[in-house]
T-cell receptor, first 112, second 115 residues
Framework: DAGVIQSPRHEVTEMGQEVTLRCKPISGHDYLFWYRQTMMRGLELLIYFNNNVPIDDSGMPEDRFSAKMPNASFSTLKIQPSEPRDSAVYFC??????????FGDGTRLSIL | QKEVEQDPGPLSVPEGAIVSLNCTYSNSAFQYFMWYRQYSRKGPELLMYTYSSGNKEDGRFTAQVDKSSKYISLFIRDSQPSDSATYLCAMSATNYGGSQGNLIFGKGTKLSVKP
């Protein structure tokens, strides 16, 4: 079975640019989570969806961050405008019901 | 006090050693406990999951939960160089999937197994 697929794997861009991260969850999973991982703060939950509906976005750091899930097989996390402090590894994870989450391999984002 | 504390290491052991990785937590409501393994430049991969107190064994891996002490452990027997990775504990009050967005992760312990 294909796992959670994220793209791009790496993104380097200049401050002020718009960044779009993409995620394809595992087929049949009804929960989708976006995390950010840094050395200082570890894994932090940004937002999660259930059946394509955003449930809790309290972890989104600022209005510059937004996330959408237009259908069960695709989600995006957008940062506009990007800042150097947004540099991190962003992970998408999905789960079916109450079962453990499965993670993608992340997008390593560098904002110059 | 943070909800979940995990010694970041790094921890270096010789091949064949028994490894003990630990997390402590403060929230007595946690009932679901997980261990994830994360290789360099990869996503966390679920290794073990347990409910409430007790032990669970899977091959060379044993997960232990002591709710009275708010302490969980992962033991790796006969450690191999391929076990070199960062190990993250995770826990939730309600279910394994954190479907209320309440899956809390430790920061991870970096393990290196030397041949």
């Amino acid at each position: 079975d294909a796992g959670v697929i994220q793209s791009p794997r790496h993104e380097v861009t200049e401050m002020g640019q718009e960044v779009t991260l993409r995620c394809k969850p595992i087929s049949g999973h009804d929960y989708l989570f976006w995390y950010r991982q840094t050395m200082m703060r570890g894994l932090e939950l940004l937002i999660y969806f259930n059946n394509n509906v955003p449930i809790d976005d309290s972890g989104m750091p600022e209005d510059r961050f937004s996330a959408k899930m237009p259908n069960a097989s695709f989600s995006t996390l957008k940062i506009q405008p990007s800042e150097p402090r947004d540099s991190a590894v962003y992970f998408c994870a999905s789960s079916r019901g109450l079962q453990p989450q499965h993670f993608g391999d992340g997008t390593r984002l560098s904002i110059l | 006090q943070k909800e979940v504390e995990q010694d970041p290491g790094p921890l270096s052991v010789p091949e064949g050693a028994i490894v003990s990785l630990n997390c402590t937590y403060s929230n007595s409501a946690f009932q679901y406990f997980m261990w994830y393994r994360q290789y360099s430049r990869k996503g966390p991969e679920l290794l073990m999951y347990t409910y409430s107190s007790g032990n669970k064994e899977d091959g060379r891996f044993t997960a232990q939960v002591d709710k009275s002490s708010k302490y969980i452990s992962l033991f790796i027997r006969d450690s191999q160089p391929s076990d070199s990775a960062t190990y993250l504990c995770a826990m939730s009050a309600t279910n394994y999937g954190g479907s209320q967005g309440n899956l809390i992760f430790g920061k991870g312990t970096k393990l290196s197994v030397k041949p």
